[in-house]
């Protein structure tokens, strides 16, 4: 199985600062590598596919870079709304989500 | 529009069984993979179980396997995820989740989720 890991786990930012999370896996998974975003009580939401594809509707403050093994979301200008839980997957071989990271 | 909605959630007790429903609105499950992906209170995402578009190729996580059975009726509409042995490791919120191949088989479409909670 491939494992997902994500750091760091949890990050403190303010509106404005650009956040960077980065998710590794443990062997290559191509461009396979998508992020979420979650908040409280709510389904996840698909943000970035394929690495680097900006999902339809997505603020285009969200980017993602990467490929075969090690992976990064960066959120430009954070905004208000963007508080949340973010987690990386991979689709490469089954599933395997990353554990999270926590953005307060 | 596209929707996945899922249903039966509860409390069971442990080693019982119980099975949980997402029916699909908006498009034919035929055109997509599924995939039930479950939240244990306070945690992170695991991934659970996959069915094909054809209804052909099931995969299921390491920790299910042999437990969990993910299936589809016949009208198409919606997926299942029969549930056998459970334990209080299987307490969460269980999502369905639409997987699209044009997405690098991202997880594009959510449900709301139901909650399961395994409790003598």
């Known amino acids: 199985d491939i494992q997902m890991t994500q750091s760091p786990s949890s990050l403190s930012a303010s509106v404005g600062d650009r956040v960077t999370i980065t998710c590794r896996a443990s062997q290559s998974v191509t461009t396979y590598l998508n992020w979420y975003q979650q908040k409280p009580g709510t389904a996840p939401r698909l943000l970035i596919y394929g690495a680097s594809s900006l999902q339809s509707g997505v603020p285009s403050r969200f980017s993602g870079s990467g490929s075969g093994t090690t992976f990064t979301l960066t959120i430009n200008s954070l905004q208000p709304e963007d508080f949340a839980t973010y987690y990386c997957?991979?689709?490469?071989?089954?599933?395997?989500f990353g554990q999270g990271t926590k953005v307060e | 529009q596209v929707q996945l909605v899922e249903s039966g959630g509860g409390v069971v007790q442990p080693g019982r069984s119980l099975r949980v429903s997402c029916v699909v609105s908006?498009?034919?499950?035929?055109?997509?993979?599924m995939n039930w992906v479950r939240q244990a209170p306070g945690k992170g995402l695991e991934w659970v179980a996959h069915l094909s578009y054809d209804g052909n190729i099931r995969y299921y996580a390491d920790s299910v396997k042999g437990r969990f059975t993910i299936s589809r009726d016949n009208s198409k509409t919606t997926v299942y995820l029969q549930m056998h042995s459970l334990s209080g490791e299987d307490t969460a919120t269980y999502f369905c989740?639409?997987?699209?191949?044009?997405?690098?088989?991202?997880?594009?479409?959510w449900g709301q989720g139901t909650m399961v909670t395994v409790s003598s």
């Open positions: 908006g498009f034919s499950l035929t055109d997509y993979d």
């Open positions: 997957q991979q689709t490469s071989n089954t599933a395997t």
């Open positions: 989740a639409r997987a699209s191949a044009g997405l690098y088989e991202a997880f594009d479409v």
